[in-house]
């Protein structure tokens, strides 16, 4: 017997979807086409809806290409088809943020906050906000979440991450101009990360790099240039000593830090010429110092590349409005 018929005395019961109909035996074969007709419809319904997993994924691979217009558009879609998914709201917010409409942002992230499964998705909805705030440079915003970040990893005796959130806050608060903020948070993740027991010599090198690299920033904004390039020497020695070519090539982006902030641009730029060119904020600092420079050309260049950039990360939260600013402003000049 077919699926969806069931004989009842002279009567054929038929289901179509949701609805039962009684039909003569006589009108077997009509109602035969008509359930094979709704199943025929029910299957071209699936195969037409859009897959939101797919979405998500080609809005992830466009915003990554620099299209965050596209990307947008298919995360809207992601969004319609499926409201309740963490993923597809985490996509709205990131791209917005990229697009400058923070505000459309964060409803979106406090969506990913109702939303987040666990634990670890609520700390990634919390880390998107606080990426979501500094791009605004609102460091008090930011602080309210990266500090429940940093209590999470604390309660969990994970002093690794927490000295990590630690020293991402103070970043924070330094390029917000929020010195002694800088400076405590920064303390407060080298003695965390510090806590860690067993840690090894390499790892207290690493953290006592961290510690005087954000000393010598802090030392730099404040003007003090002669401390500033004693606390490098000191990240240096805690540098010679670790032998890891992935902290070296931090080096020169904090030469250039250094010297930008002391005015010595020409220095400046042939140490960050050095650094990683695919890191937004070594980046913006760059075209800050070509443009402080008189090389007008390079700077716009240089924030052209720092738009192409999709991630959604600290660094490109303070470098691409910087860039999209300069730009305007060279094109209004």
């Not at 490098?232 to 090539?249: G, M, S, T, W, Y």
């Not at 650094?275 to 070509?290: S, W």
């Not at 691409?320 to 209004?332: C, G, S, T, V, Y």
């Amino acid at each position: 017997m077919p699926p969806g018929l069931h004989l009842r005395q002279n009567t054929i019961l038929c289901t179509i979807g949701a609805h039962m109909v009684f039909v003569r035996r006589t009108a077997l074969i009509p109602a035969i086409a008509l359930v094979g007709f709704a199943f025929l419809f029910a299957a071209n319904a699936l195969a037409a809806a859009p897959d939101v997993a797919k979405l998500i994924q080609q809005g992830r691979q466009l915003s990554t290409e620099g299209e965050q217009s596209a990307a947008l558009a298919q995360f809207q879609e992601a969004v319609k088809q499926s409201p309740g998914s963490f993923e597809a709201h985490r996509g709205m917010a990131t791209t917005l943020d990229l697009l400058g409409r923070y505000g459309e942002a964060q409803r979106h992230v406090r969506k990913m906050i109702g939303l987040a499964p666990d634990a670890d998705a609520k700390t990634q909805a919390a880390r998107t906000m606080v990426v979501s705030y500094t791009f605004e440079r609102k460091a008090a915003d930011a602080a309210k979440y990266e500090k429940q970040i940093f209590d999470s990893h604390l309660a969990a005796q994970n002093y690794t991450a927490a000295g990590e959130t630690a020293n991402e806050l103070a970043r924070i608060y330094l390029e917000c101009g929020n010195l002694d903020q800088a400076y405590d948070w920064y303390q407060r993740g080298y003695n965390t990360a510090l806590q860690k027991s067993g840690l090894s010599a390499q790892d207290k090198d690493l953290w006592g790099f961290r510690w005087e690299a954000g000393q010598a920033r802090i030392a730099a904004r404040r003007g003090q240039a002669q401390i500033a390039e004693k606390e490098v020497a000191a990240a240096k020695a805690f540098l010679d000593r670790l032998h890891n070519p992935q902290q070296e090539a931090f080096f020169p982006y904090l030469k250039g830090y250094i010297e930008f902030y002391a005015g010595n641009y020409a220095a400046a730029i042939l140490n960050l010429e050095k650094g990683n060119q695919k890191d937004a904020f070594v980046l913006e600092l760059l075209a800050r110092a070509y443009s402080k420079a008189g090389q007008t050309a390079k700077a716009s260049d240089t924030c052209r590349a720092i738009l192409k950039i999709g991630a959604h990360n600290i660094a490109n939260a303070f470098a691409r409005p910087i860039a999209r600013k300069m730009l305007r402003e060279q094109q209004n000049s």
